[in-house]
């Protein structure tokens, strides 16, 4: 039950006047083209069902990139709740749309961001003390919703910290490490994994390849070799299906060309091997989610998991056809404001994110060449996000430059043998060195070796 009001119409569980006066400078600043406050607050800070009301509706106009007046305001209301219009007086809507509510924006949303946390912990108590009262609630069950409902009351705030507690905190990590407590992703092949150490929580790494190099291929790889290690792995898939990941992952485990499987065209011997690796595939911890998902939906999805101990790397095939439900008229504006998204979720939830991105198609005098990145398709802010950049090139013949001298004798023989040699270019790395690193493909099991590996078995 709420709090009685005082005499400005508050008490610890919600402002009124300060939830009206949030509206008006929302509305303010949206004319002064400052447009983003209206993303400093959300619908639930909101008490009074009015004022949810009129919230919604600006926020629909603003991301519709209308004008915002007393007028299109009271239209838009009407549109969204074409019963509930009569409930708003015009006297609000006035008040709002008019009101001298510019110059204290800052301190009437903290006022609503603490009411709102105030009404969200009474009724989380409400709903713990009801069911600490029943003896068939599992506790463990019971304490781990309520980490998660608290993990999303918390309000992500910056905080200045001295040299000494940089240090410190740097001394940990670095003896975290030693231990093992601390240990990057690996991607199973080991000549990448030896150039960039793995991938570490707090990290987005990009993989960029033109059409149809291999990169989701790599990405599966990744995802596979993690959970074989134990890591729970989320994998996301924008354009492929659950089938079609199926039927890799048992041609790389039972060794089965994966032309075969497409086509069905199988023998009593390959039936064996596919029930062999059926077990081994179904007890990998790796949960996928199919089609274009909203980065929002998705970063809500992992909080979630990473809460209940379910994600401690997150596999996003590919970046560049994620959504948003924000609106934008520039394509790289998208992009960009996807690719912050991820790296922001790297850093909140402490886990790595792996995201596939698409590269130009880049051809030198009729030769496709490797990608740099200035080929990352749509965004620079890729570029500036990603902590790793790595590029998969595949070339056409053995005189591209992108191939190691030591392993050019060893293409041509590759080639004859079904399989592919792959140039991974590190473009880029915070915490490393870049260069060009040679693997191979092999596409009928959708399998990365390192090419050391396979010149070992060849010599």
């Known amino acids: 039950m709420l709090e009685p009001l005082d005499i400005a119409g508050r008490t610890a569980l919600y402002a009124q006047d300060a939830e009206r006066s949030v509206l008006g400078g929302i509305v303010q600043r949206i004319e002064r083209g400052e447009g983003r406050a209206v993303y400093a607050v959300n619908e639930d800070d909101f008490w009074l069902p009015n004022h949810r009301r009129i919230y919604k509706a ?3 106009m603003y991301e519709r990139k209308e004008p915002v007046d007393l007028i299109t305001l009271d239209a838009e209301l009407m ?15 006035k008040s709002v749309c008019e009101g001298m509510y510019y110059y204290n924006f800052e301190q009437y949303v903290e006022m609503l961001k603490q009411a ?35 993990r999303d009351m918390i309000q992500t705030q910056s905080a200045w910290r001295s040299m000494t507690d940089v240090m410190m905190a740097t001394f940990d990590d670095i003896e975290k ?36 190099v291999g990169k989701s291929a790599f ?4 995802a596979v070799e993690a959970a074989a290690h134990g890591h729970k792995v989320c994998f996301v898939s924008c354009e492929m ?53 909203t980065i929002e939906d998705l970063r809500n999805d992992v909080q979630r998991k990473v809460d209940i101990g379910e994600c401690d790397l997150v596999v996003i095939d590919y970046l560049q056809l994620l959504k948003t439900r924000r609106r934008f008229d520039i394509e790289h504006e998208r992009v960009g404001y996807i ?34 990145l200035d080929d990352l398709r749509a965004s620079g802010d890729i570029e500036q996000d990603a902590d790793t950049v790595i590029f998969l090139h595949r070339p056409d013949d053995s005189f591209d430059p992108a191939i190691n001298d030591r392993d050019k004798p060893y293409f041509d023989t590759l080639t004859q043998n079904g399989l592919q040699y792959i140039a991974f270019s590190v473009a880029k790395q915070r915490q490393g060195q870049t260069g060009i690193i040679g693997a191979v493909f092999d596409p009928a099991h959708m399998r990365y070796l390192s090419m050391d590996r396979v010149r070992d078995k060849q010599e």
């Not at 912050?340 to 880049?362: E, G, N, W």
Request: glycine share 8%.
């Open 58 to 60: 600006i926020r629909s």
């Open 79 to 93: 549109r969204l709740y074409p019963n509930d219009t009569a409930t708003i007086s015009p006297d609000l809507l």
């Open 116 to 150: 709102s946390i105030r009404r969200k912990l009474a009724a989380l108590a409400d709903r713990i003390a009801t069911s600490a009262r029943d003896v068939a609630e599992d506790m463990t069950v019971l304490i781990d919703k309520v980490r998660a409902e608290l």
């Open 177 to 212: 490490r030693q231990k093992g407590e601390i240990v990057g992703i690996k991607s199973g092949v080991y000549d990448i994994d030896r150039a960039t150490g793995g991938f570490f929580p707090g990290e987005l790494a990009v993989i960029g390849a033109r059409p149809s």
């Open 219 to 222: 990405g599966l790889q990744i």
């Open 241 to 293: 299906v659950d089938s079609q990941f199926g039927q890799r992952l048992i041609s790389n485990t039972a060794k089965i060309d994966g032309m075969k499987l497409r086509t069905a065209k199988l023998e009593n011997e390959d039936w064996a091997l596919i029930g062999d690796a059926l077990g081994p595939c179904a007890s990998l911890p790796i949960s996928f989610t199919f089609g274009a998902k």
């Open 339 to 372: 690719s912050h998204a991820l790296k922001q979720m790297t850093t909140d939830f402490k886990i790595p994110v792996v995201a596939l991105a698409q590269a130009k198609r880049q051809n030198n005098n009729g030769r496709a060449r490797c990608p740099v």
